[in-house]
Nanobody, 124 residues
Framework: QVQLVESGGGLVQAGGSLRLSCAASGRTLNMYAMGWFRQAPGKEREFVTAIRWNVDSTYYGDSVKGRFTISRDKSKNTVYLQMNSLKPEDTAVYYC?????????????????WGQGTQVTVSS
């Protein structure tokens, strides 16, 4: 069992930056990867980024590549999402997720645990 808690969401102007955090607790020792998804009103949940827990490998969705950066602090069981050059279309609820096994990193159904989400609103 893994518990995930996101924080850091808020309101930001277009072009600005925001950093989200996701703190994991519980049985985190064997996490394979952690990732971020987002869901805007009326849209399907979208893969944002993911990072392998024990290997320095990252993956990004096309819409955020070059603007967002995922990182982790294993000592704190925390993953971060640094969001730069934010656009209004980045507005969504951002969810942190973790998974136990390899597979398709961009498939939300393959993740095992989810946080409650944090709202990010980018104004134009």
């Amino acid at each position: 069992q893994v518990q995930l808690v996101e924080s850091g969401g808020g309101l930001v102007q277009a072009g600005g930056s925001l950093r989200l955090s996701c703190a994991a607790s519980g049985r985190t020792l064997n996490m394979y990867a952690m990732g971020w998804f987002r869901q805007a009103p009326g849209k399907e949940r979208e893969f944002v980024t993911a990072i392998r827990w024990n290997v320095d490998s990252t993956y990004y969705g096309d819409s955020v590549k070059g603007r967002f950066t995922i990182s982790r602090d294993k000592s704190k069981n925390t993953v971060y999402l640094q969001m730069n050059s934010l656009k209004p279309e980045d507005t969504a609820v951002y969810y942190c997720a973790s998974r136990k096994y390899s597979g398709r990193y961009d498939r939300s159904r393959e993740y095992d645990y989810w946080g409650q989400g944090t709202q990010v609103t980018v104004s134009s």
